[in-house]
């Protein structure tokens, strides 16, 4: 794809699309400022190209009306204390008056941040009207919003049909990471696959049974697989309706030579609640009355000597409940093992995101993605609408 690197931008009206959908707490200030951090590289290039600099993100799901709650007022605020020395400005609209006369007042260098797209139900309808308006505060379009570019909306897709539309640094990385394990992967490669539902990553697995050596299944979804293997799993998180195609992915490894390790061992208690008590049981032999909230010590140590083995790794989805204390050993483990290794190592979805972080292992990976749908629609192998939309170099 082309970059913002390809073509001239000095002093004009820059566009860009950014993911800013950050968390915030309840007094509304911002808990994690990863996303607008991994877009300073492009915002910075385009300041000091002297750029007229027109950010534009969703917040949260406002369901097409305005909603403080969802107010871009506190990322603008962050943004700030990022830039220090630049002039960066927030409006309360994306469209309209208020906002073209935000850009004529622009010189080089400065930044605008507009309101919440999402604040127009148009926005995810992917208008071409709407598109069309937020085009015309632009001369070039640069999309650097991995991290939602699985959405066909009017700022991620449609406002590509208006401008030259080329793809900021941070779209760039993500592409060429992601891309590169799924594309030319130095082998063993491995694949660390969890989380609590099958049917989410059902896709995932496929493609990645196309390209992996080793598939570890861990989390919730493992217990379904378990299941199809004709273990009993007592009260543990099933999808009884997933079974036959667990069946049929546990098959397909087979014919493709992919070693598919499951969990030999789980964490099990009474309920999935931070105070009950916990023991270890062999996989064959979670009782009746127990759930499985994490993989067990033993397969610990089979998944991370895939792991230490591997070239190639690509995780997405956690081992267990990690959120709670007695069932987050191995999520821990393998976040330790994956920083531990000397492969390359590609990290997507949020759950595994904060595990790594967790651990304090995070500046430890190659390359954590700031998507979480995206980076899995993108290893399902899909056409993301938002990098489809790009023109090419
Ligand atoms: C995300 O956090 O995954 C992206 O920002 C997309 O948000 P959405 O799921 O509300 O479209």
Redesign the pocket.
């Known amino acids: 794809k082309k970059t913002i690197r390809d073509i001239d931008i000095s002093g004009k009206r820059v566009l860009v699309r950014v993911?800013f959908?950050v968390p915030l707490d309840k007094e509304g200030n911002v808990t994690d400022d990863t996303r607008i951090a991994a877009a300073l590289p492009s915002i910075k290039y385009l300041v000091g190209e002297k750029a007229k600099v027109i950010l534009m993100s969703?917040l949260g799901?406002p369901k097409g009306k305005v909603d403080e709650r969802y107010s871009m007022d506190p990322v603008a605020a962050r943004l700030q204390q990022l830039l220090p020395g630049v002039s960066v400005r927030k409006v309360d609209d994306c469209v309209g008056e208020e906002v073209q006369q935000a850009v004529s007042a622009m010189t080089g260098g400065d930044v605008l941040l507009l309101e919440n797209v999402r604040f127009y139900a148009e926005e995810e309808k992917n208008d071409e009207n709407f598109a069309r308006k937020l085009a015309g505060l632009g001369d070039i379009y640069v999309n650097d919003a991995f991290?939602?570019a699985h959405?066909a909306h009017a700022s991620t897709a449609g406002v590509a049909e208006f401008l030259p539309a080329v793809a900021g640094f941070l779209m760039e990385k993500e592409i060429k990471m992601l891309g590169q394990v799924l594309e030319s992967p130095a082998r063993p490669f491995a694949a660390i696959i969890g989380g609590a539902k099958v049917s989410d990553k059902i896709a995932v697995i496929n493609n990645l049974l196309d390209k992996v050596s080793a598939l570890l299944i861990g989390g919730g979804m493992a217990n379904t697989f378990l299941k199809a293997g004709g273990r009993e799993v007592g009260k543990s998180l099933l999808e009884a309706d997933k079974v036959d195609l667990a069946r049929e992915l546990l098959q397909k490894a087979g014919d493709k030579g992919v070693d598919l390790l499951l969990p030999v061992d789980v964490v099990v208690a009474p309920a999935a609640s931070p105070d009950v008590e916990s023991r270890v049981v062999p996989a064959d032999g979670i009782p009746e009355d127990s759930m499985a909230l994490d993989i067990g010590p033993q397969t610990v140590t089979n998944f991370s000597e895939r792991i230490k083995e591997a070239a190639t790794i690509v995780w997405n989805g956690p081992m267990g409940v990690f959120e709670m204390e007695p069932f987050a050993g191995g999520t821990m483990a393998i976040a330790r093992a994956v920083a531990d290794s000397a492969a390359v190592s590609v990290i997507g979805g949020g759950d595994s995101v904060s595990a790594v972080k967790k651990a304090g292992v995070a500046d430890k990976v190659t390359h954590i993605s700031t998507?979480?749908?995206?980076s899995l629609e993108f290893l399902e192998g899909k056409v993301l609408p938002g990098v489809a939309a790009l023109q090419d170099k």
């Open positions: 993911d959908n969703h799901r991290g939602t959405r998507g979480g749908g995206a």
